[in-house]
């Protein structure tokens, strides 16, 4: 159902009291503890006066504004500081830069988005804001309500332009909304992209569909599994209060939950040791908004019956693969929420109506899954490394921000940028089994594997190309420059698998893995958690929107060099690792030397 919308026009005003060349001021931060406000010591104003003081480098330029989004500190005192630009006022799209600081607060480097200079020739637009917003609904199908200039200086050129949200769109799954970017001169699209990151692409839908494949998981729960020491009634006391539950779900067996107590026999699926994190039922509606979700509750705090007869089975799937993925980025990184800013996830089952799919949605910030589409996926997709794999792209948004150099007019992404993004997704995501450690959902390197798919997984890191549904990649070549994002994603992949358990056969956990290398090649790997940890340090430090297969090869080798040293078996590995997949310093294009 569509919602009815008011039209509005947004325009961008120039912020006075940031800082702007030639001389830096400073402006604050924005809120949350992994924030710091900008002060004279502050680790943003020296980043942010670094950046003017060496603009030839940063690429800074006259009338920019910089805001920081994130400061991550290293053990050593280092700290990258990564930054949102505006230029006169207005945002910049492709702008985003990391300043990194040594533990003195000097300036040690820069790693941008952009490698041209972000002015475009005009900030007067051709185009009324009405008339971009028409462009905008005719080519994302929706609702329209709001237009705002700014600069698109992506793809190596500037640009003014229009950026308009539209929801309700009916060329993204489940009639999400789109962000569409609109030349504010020419009127020409300049993209359409989803504002869901979804686990099944329209190209494999479509695939699934063709080759007359239904999806057959293996759900409910074993006999005789149960756990100890839960209770399904806490101790009488104030409430709200903390409460120990347990849940029978579809996919993970039975599992402990964490719920708050809001009366004597009143439960809600809410849990406050994890910053408040809640499932909700979305009630077969469309929703962009967690609020309308109807909280699930309880009388005995046992949730679920191992089936999808009882509404609240997926909610427990759901939920316990939220509090896992929580809990992985905590204990192995310390990163607090998806945004590392001490606030819980959230997530929605029974979305929509008839919907084969999972989603991270950015605009409703939190997970949605479908009850599948009756055809392909008969049950709800609410598997463990799928949360997993969609809570990353979360935290890749609030990072990097990753973004597809094209989408298509069915929805399929394409570019390395988001190949990475959804390789990082399956990277982190197999992580997230491995940290959960489930008998009833044993952790490997293969995602999907609990689909029911007929090719055993949907992908696998160790031979991506053993996909023959997505048709997975294996290696680099310039092909992969325009490649889909799921089949792009298999370069990364590979190259991390490598990297943690090295080429050739291996067996872990009764899985039975070969891996191969561009050049025949033997490579050694360091383990997943060396990997998993360069990895992660290229992300959060390294990496930027428009990062591509070789700059991840330089931001995965500065995380090591950071961690282990530039003369280190880890080190050196990383680079084997790449080599092993065709990604070298040799074969870099030309325009990113």
């Not at 031979?463 to 290696?475: F, R």
């Not at 961690?563 to 078996?569: D, E, H, K, L, T």
Request: some cysteine.
């Amino acid at each position: 159902m569509r919602r009815p919308h008011i039209r509005r026009v947004a325009i961008a005003v120039a912020v006075t009291t940031a800082a702007t060349l030639p001389g830096p001021a400073f402006a604050s931060a924005p809120d949350g503890p992994a924030h710091a406000a900008a002060s004279a010591s502050s680790p943003v104003a020296a980043a942010r006066a670094a950046a003017f003081a060496h603009a030839s480098a940063t690429g800074v330029t006259r009338g920019d504004t910089l805001q920081a989004k994130d400061v991550m500190t290293d053990p050593d005192g280092k700290r990258h500081v990564r930054f949102v630009r505006t230029h006169q006022g207005l945002p910049v799209l492709g702008g985003d830069l990391v300043v990194h600081l040594d533990g003195r607060g000097a300036y040690l480097g820069v790693t941008r988005a952009a490698d041209h200079v972000v002015k475009p020739s005009s900030v007067e637009a051709e185009l009324t804001p009405e008339q971009a917003l028409r462009k905008a609904e005719a080519v994302a199908k929706g609702d329209a309500d709001t237009a705002r200039l700014v600069v698109d200086a992506r793809d190596g050129a500037t640009a003014l332009a229009y950026q308009v949200l539209v929801t309700d769109s009916d060329t993204t799954e489940a009639g999400g909304s789109s962000t569409v970017v609109v030349d504010a001169r020419t009127g020409r699209i300049r993209s359409n992209t989803p504002n869901t990151d979804e686990f099944i692409s329209p190209s494999l839908a479509a695939t699934l569909r063709e080759r007359g494949e239904s999806a057959t998981p293996q759900t409910g729960i074993a006999a005789g599994a149960g756990l100890s020491g839960l209770t399904g009634i806490a101790a009488a006391g104030r409430y709200p209060a903390t409460a120990k539950g347990s849940g029978a779900s579809l996919f993970a067996g039975k599992v402990s939950l964490t719920t708050t107590r809001t009366a004597r026999t009143s439960y809600v699926l809410k849990d406050p040791t994890r910053w408040n994190t809640e499932t909700r039922d979305a009630r077969g509606q469309e929703l962009e908004s967690f609020a309308r979700g109807k909280a699930f509750t309880d009388g005995d705090n046992k949730w679920g019956n191992g089936t999808t007869s009882a509404r609240t089975t997926a909610a427990v799937d759901a939920q316990y693969g939220i509090t896992q993925t929580l809990d992985f980025y905590k204990k192995t990184f310390g990163r607090k929420g998806i945004k590392n800013n001490s606030t819980g996830a959230r997530g929605m089952v029974h979305f929509g109506n008839k919907v084969g799919n999972a989603f991270w949605d950015s605009y409703c910030n939190c997970m949605a899954y479908g009850d599948g589409d009756g055809r392909v996926f008969k049950k709800p997709l609410v598997v463990l490394d799928v949360t997993g794999h969609e809570l990353t792209h979360g935290v890749v948004d609030a990072t990097a921000a990753l973004e597809p150099t094209r989408v298509d007019d069915d929805g399929n992404q394409y570019g390395e940028a988001g190949s990475l993004n959804e390789s990082l997704a399956d990277i982190f995501g197999i992580n997230v089994e491995f940290a959960a450690n489930n008998p009833k959902n044993p952790p490997n390197y293969l995602m999907g594997e609990k689909l029911g798919l007929a090719q055993k997984f949907l992908r696998r890191l160790d031979h991506p190309s053993l996909d023959v549904l997505e048709e997975s990649i294996d290696y680099w070549s310039p092909a992969v420059y325009d490649a889909e994002v799921h089949a792009g994603s298999g370069v990364s992949s590979h190259a991390f698998y490598l990297l943690a358990e090295g080429s050739g056969r291996k067996t872990i956990n009764g899985v039975a893995y070969d891996s191969p290398t561009y050049d025949g090649s033997r490579v050694t790997g360091i383990g997943r958690t060396k990997a998993t940890a360069v990895f992660y340090r290229a992300l959060t430090r390294y990496m930027v929107s428009t990062t591509d297969f070789h700059d991840a090869r330089k931001a995965t080798l500065k995380a090591a060099a950071d961690m282990y040293g530039a003369n280190s078996r880890e080190y050196k590995t990383v680079g084997a690792a790449w080599a092993a997949v065709n990604v070298t310093a040799a074969n870099t294009p030309a325009a990113r030397r």
